[in-house]
């Protein structure tokens, strides 16, 4: 067995009484893709942020590709492989769509102390965003603001952004929120597609597209994993039953 | 630059119309001489020249204020580090232009990157308030220059000389060197605006969430801009010592802070073409009404007042609502 890409390590954070991460261990092996699912304020985003390097744990480890990066920043870990999209979208409104993605391939290659050459005539940062924005389908849209993308096509330009980074593991962060049925059909083809290349950490309420594309499943509530395992395991589990999908979804 | 706006024209149709309008001013700046003789008012190439070097100042505040959202309320420091290093070389024999914008800038480099690493730890009212405190800090260490004049300030023997030519000495020689630096800034600021520095710099200010999320420490690019526009704003200072044969604390109290904030708020913030129209219409409106009425500023706080109400993005946001400039929204 190989080592794990991305190993969580009893990892616990608390606002005051309340614990919103406790005693959380998970493993992601690489080329999977691993769900966390759970109710509305089971802790998904935070866990999320502590991954990505947003918030501090208070206690436990992030280990990543063998090195341990719980203190390292966000930035620091985007540069070791690590990237994420937001449960918000996050992007550069007034920069087009094309912008965002070329500040994102910027950031990677080559110095940004660079002040007097336009970065809108350097072809190699164009070409890899529009390969980028072709990767989600988002080509037609490359010279609009992102401002003015529709919802969906704002978290297709999130997900350009982050494979621009060139990512080992992606984690996503319900990225089909708010988006329409169709729309939501398409991002999944897209991750479906993408699972070759990268690893994913997913957290989503859209069940279908949790059983679709996970290979592991994780079930958080109340900051604490209840199930661990593959979907159908975990389907079947009594105590995710109880504790989550509920009567509703026992049919499935 | 033809190339550059073709380039840029399908994104940001507006890059043009701002870089155009820019040209014209610096068109009929360029006449005020000529045509001041012609009037026989040789006091209109003074005013002017005032109007260019605080146009200096407003762009320099521009790059952070504007393109960095961060809102310095100290940046007539570097006014005031600008002219006092005049007063204090010449004092010390020496009387060269380029030396004393070599100083200057050095100057303010030192002290930017100083207060601006700590002030970069602070965030919206706190960084307005820290940039606030270091811009009194400076000026009560030159009110205090009792050997300098302190608070009276000092007269300057003569004005710079270029390369060993007097150059400055008359009001138009005074009025093209000014005009030429505020060409020099403009064209240098609108090419690093546009520069991958100006992207990281635009990025952070429109989320730095997302800028950190594709893998940038904002504070070196944020830090580098702050030194930048100090350095700039002092290229004023070097002017405006030069224009009044005179300098004094008053260049960076907190009011001239204020009044170039005025400036970028009248003209519109980041497009740089808006803050130097700003500055230019300021200094304007300031000599004019002040002809008028010994109350003049009630009249200025009544047309800042319209602006704020109706045309919040400034003198640019004015003219691209009426169509002159035309801008990708």
Known sequence: ?252 | MTDLTQTLAPARPGLAGRLRLALCIFAVLAVVPPLAHALDEPFLIVVATRMMVFAIAALSLDLILGYGAMVSFGHAAYLGLGAYAVAILSRAGIDDLVLQLLAAMAASAVFATVTGAISLRTRGVYFIMITLAFGQMAFFFFVSFSTLGGDDGVALAARSTVLGMPLLQDAPGMFYATLALLVAVFAGLYRLTLSRFGRVLTGTRESALRMQAMGFRPFPYQLTAYVIAGCLCSVAGVMLANQAIYVSPAYMSWHRSGEMMVMLVLGGVGSLTGAMAGALVTIALEEGLARLSEHWRLGFGLILVGVALFSPGGLSGLLRRVGLVRDAK
């Open chain 1, 1 to 252: 067995m190989t080592d794990p890409l991305l190993s969580v390590q009893n990892l616990s954070k608390s606002y005051g009484a309340l614990k919103v991460t406790q005693d959380v261990s998970l493993d992601v092996r690489e080329g999977r893709v691993h769900a966390i699912i759970g109710p509305n304020g089971a802790g998904k985003t935070t866990l999320i942020s502590q991954l990505s390097g947003q918030l501090r744990p208070d206690s436990g480890r992030v280990v990543y590709a063998g090195q341990d990066i719980t203190r390292l920043d966000m930035a620091g870990r985007v540069r070791l492989g690590l990237a994420r999209s937001f449960q918000l979208t996050t992007l550069l409104p007034s920069f087009s769509a094309l912008e965002n993605v070329a500040l994102a391939v910027q950031a990677r290659e080559g110095s940004s102390f660079r002040f007097l050459r336009p970065a809108a005539t350097e072809q190699a940062l164009n070409d890899q965003a529009m390969a980028c924005l072709a990767d989600v389908g988002l080509s037609d849209r490359a010279h609009r603001r992102a401002g003015s993308l529709s919802h969906g096509e704002k978290r297709q330009l999130e997900l350009a952004i982050a494979l621009a980074t060139r990512p080992r593991l992606l984690l996503l962060d319900e990225p089909l929120a708010g988006t329409g049925h169709e729309e939501a059909a398409q991002l999944v083809d897209l991750f479906a597609k993408l699972k070759d290349r990268v690893t994913m950490v997913l957290i989503e309420h859209d069940m279908d597209a949790v059983f679709a594309l996970a290979d592991t499943v994780s079930v958080l509530v109340y900051g604490q994993i209840v199930a661990s395992g593959s979907p159908s395991a975990v389907r079947a589990d009594p105590a995710v039953r109880t504790a989550y999908l509920g009567e509703e979804a026992a049919p499935c």
